[in-house]
C-alpha cells in the first residue's frame, strides 16, 4: 500500500533522466486468479495470465503496445508435448490485470523502499485502463483489479511459470 493506505504510488514525485525506471510487469501463467476489495470479489479468471503491472514516471501508450503485443504472442502455454508453445489465444486463455505500483520500489539505500520512480495515479490509472482495453482489442479475455484500492490478490500458478518483461520507449528491455 502506498503512504497514505492507498494502493497506488505518491504524487509529486519525480526522478532525474539518470534514475529512470521502466514499466515493469511480472507475468505469472495461472489455473485462476482473483481480485477481492473490502471482501467482494471485482475480477476474476481461469487458466490464463496474472499481470502484476507497475508503471513507471514517463511510461505511456507506446510502453503499453509493447507490453500487450508481447503478451498475446507469448508462447506459455503447453502443447500436446507439454512443450510451452501455445499463445494466450490458442490457449484460450484468460488475463488478469493488476496495478502494482511497488514494482517499481527502489531498495538500494536504507530499508525503506523509495517509490519515485513509480508513475502518479493521474498518470498510471489511465495506462493500465489502456493495457486492458489493448488487450479485449486483441481478442484476449481481460478483467483488471479496482486501481488504487487495497486489494487482495489470490492466484494459483501454474507450472510454475513466472517472468519480468521491462519496457523503456516502446521497447522490451
Known amino acids: 500500500m502506498g503512504p497514505q493506505g492507498r494502493g497506488d504510488a505518491p504524487s509529486g514525485h519525480s526522478i532525474g533522466l539518470a534514475e529512470s525506471a521502466s514499466m515493469r510487469v511480472v507475468v505469472q501463467r495461472v489455473s485462476n486468479a482473483s481480485v477481492s476489495v473490502d471482501g467482494e470479489m471485482v475480477a476474476a479468471i481461469g487458466p490464463g495470465l496474472c499481470l502484476l503491472v507497475g508503471v513507471a514516471v514517463g511510461d505511456g ?5 509493447a507490453v500487450v ?6 508462447r506459455v502455454f503447453p502443447d500436446e508435448a507439454q512443450k510451452m508453445n501455445l499463445s494466450l489465444a490458442e490457449a484460450g486463455g484468460e488475463v488478469l490485470v493488476v496495478s502494482q505500483f511497488t514494482l517499481l520500489g527502489d531498495l538500494r539505500r536504507g530499508r525503506r523502499p523509495s517509490f519515485t520512480g513509480a508513475a502518479p495515479p493521474e ?39 513466472t517472468l519480468v518483461i521491462e519496457v523503456r520507449q516502446g521497447s522490451i528491455v
Do not use: C, T, Y
Open 123 to 161: 498518470l498510471a490509472a489511465p495506462l493500465i485502463d489502456e493495457m486492458v482495453d489493448g488487450l479485449r482489442k486483441r481478442g484476449v479475455s481481460a478483467s483488471q483489479g479496482r486501481f488504487g484500492a487495497h486489494m487482495e490478490v489470490g492466484l494459483v500458478n501454474d507450472g510454475p511459470v
Open 61 to 65: 501508450s507506446e510502453d503499453v503496445s
Open 69 to 74: 503485443e508481447k503478451i498475446v504472442g507469448l
